[in-house]
């Protein structure tokens, strides 16, 4: 262990909600089993998609509403390590900062709270609530007949409004709900095929300062390889594809072995066109693999849908794509 590194006090930045400190306390834990005489505070900080619950994320910005603040406080020097969603980061990092460890994932899938059993045991015209243009996309392209709600909140605000709002019942990540220990609450898991889970679904971020090398060692410990190499493959292709909130993209890859098999989508608002498609490949191509999908879905029909989602009308195009 290193000794300057266990002497160390780390300020550690989250958002503040109750999923949000479950995994900063969780990578607390984790850097403090590892070194243990480290002091890890942890400081809430408010972030842009925090603020504004009353209108719909893409009226309000489409990259970074879940980290910006959190950024500014780690490129200040303000904190020494950001813990999020990984599927809450923007695609591109401000310059001087990284990812310096991605943890092991949790249950990537989606699960859905509400009275079925199953996609088919919902009745026509069933009312759903996600803000999610991912899940609206493919849910649509499974059921045309469904009522897409657009709802926000974190996990409790979003189970409450299924009786609030009188739906059938709503889609969250099931790695929530597990790490909130709400899993009797889910009728059903979309299967990973049927759902395309968002990029980095389930999987904790350690975001730091590139230059800080005493941190960057530090968080190794929370570094999953399996998990990086997934995720690197999956915000490839989102790159590539220049998926942000705005954009119904979903991708996942699984690794076995020293093979890599990355599953994606693309669809339009409502569902009627969409693209599925997967790669696999070296899990040490991670990144090109992800860069291979994302162009050939593009050149496939990508970049119509990609151009008719961007052109929608105000109003249309509202959501969030995880």
Sequence with gaps: MNKEAAARRVILGTRGSELALFQAHHVAWTLQKHNVDLSVKIQKITTSGDKVLDSPLAEIGDKGLFVKEIETALLSGDIDLAVHSSKDLPTELPEGLMIGALGAREDPRDAFLGQAGGLADLPEGARIGTSSL?????????????????????????????????????????????????????????????????????????????????????????????????????????????????VPIGAHATVSGDKLILRAYLGSLDGKRFIRDSIEGPVILAENLGEQLGKKMFESGGEEILNEVREAPAGENTGYWT
């Design 134 to 246: 991912r899940r609206r996309s493919q849910l649509l392209a499974l059921r045309p007949d469904l009522e897409i709600v657009d709802i926000r909140g974190n996990v409790d605000t979003r189970i409450r409004k299924i009786a609030e709002l009188g739906l059938d019942g709503t889609i969250l990540a099931a790695a929530g709900v597990k790490r909130l220990e709400r899993e009797s609450e889910v009728s059903f898991y979309f299967s990973v095929e049927e759902m395309i889970p968002a990029v980095g679904q389930g999987v904790i971020a350690i975001e730091v300062r590139e230059g800080d090398g005493a941190t960057r060692d530090l968080v190794t410990v929370h570094d999953d390889a399996a998990s990086t190499a997934a995720v690197q493959a999956e915000r490839a292709l989102m790159r590539w594809l220049e998926g942000g909130c705005q």
